[in-house]
């Protein structure tokens, strides 16, 4: 069984600019949610994904956009790329909703410059 | 409000020592979940146990055991005979509705340092 792969681990990205960021979900699982982790901060809920539909959205702006594949593997687009969205991205996936157990990837770390 | 709330920022023992990490939650909603997740130095959050609203049973799984109390809104988690492995940050977490959707409310965590 393969876990929950992220890609890149790393990433220098400039002001303005736009960036992907991918996750692979575990065998199995139907849902993928996104989190940001600023430094020496608790995980921030970004949003949820359940059979390629957006299934829930934390209190993040618009620019942060997702999507779920047939795979249920995901990608997380952020545009207009801000200093304050330098952070940890995490990606976990699941079965049904929030109530159940997730399995994190080893996330991307993104720094903006 | 739905809040998750872990005072000890950072706590430092001695390898072999007993060590408590308190979780305190706040949410409006009956029927809720308690979640523990383990963060190594590596980053990946690892699982290790969810706990619902009504199942108020202590549970213990090897070192680790974990105490429920409704009454005082608290899940805290115990090691037992610490060892340096399991150096990490430790997060407690609570699904709950907030935002207009049902997410995991996450605690800002304690980094618990063991000392060989």
């Known amino acids: 069984e393969t876990g929950v792969t992220q890609s890149p681990t790393h990433l220098i990205k400039t002001r303005g600019q736009q960036v992907t960021l991918r996750c692979s979900s575990q065998?199995?699982?139907?849902?993928v949610s996104w989190y940001q982790q600023a430094l020496g901060q608790g995980p921030q809920f970004i949003f949820q994904y359940y059979r390629e539909e957006e299934n829930g959205r934390g209190n993040f702006p618009p620019r942060f956009s997702g999507l779920q594949f047939p795979n249920y593997s995901s990608e997380l687009n952020v545009n207009a790329l801000e200093l304050d969205d330098s952070a940890l991205y995490l990606c976990?996936?699941?079965?049904?909703?929030?109530?159940?157990?997730?399995?994190f990837g080893p996330g991307t770390r993104l720094t903006v410059t | 409000a739905q809040k998750v709330t872990q005072a000890q920022t950072e706590i430092s023992v001695v390898e072999k020592e007993d060590v408590t990490l308190d979780c305190v939650y706040e949410?409006?909603?009956?029927?809720?979940?308690l979640f523990w997740y383990k963060q190594p130095p590596s980053g990946e959050l690892v699982f290790l146990i969810r706990?619902?609203?009504?199942d108020e049973q202590n549970e213990i799984s090897g070192r680790y055991s974990w105490n429920f109390q409704k009454s005082t809104s608290s899940f805290n988690f115990t090691i037992t005979a610490s060892q340096v492995v399991d150096s990490a940050v430790y997060f407690c977490?609570?699904?709950?509705?907030?935002?207009?959707?049902?997410?995991?409310?996450w605690g800002a965590g304690t980094k618990l340092i063991i000392k060989p």
């Open positions: 706990r619902n609203s009504f």
């Open positions: 976990a996936s699941g079965w049904s909703r929030i109530h159940y157990e997730q399995y």
């Open positions: 977490a609570l699904s709950g509705f907030m935002d207009s959707n049902y997410q995991l409310i």
């Open positions: 065998s199995g699982h139907n849902t």
């Open positions: 949410t409006r909603d009956t029927t809720y979940y």
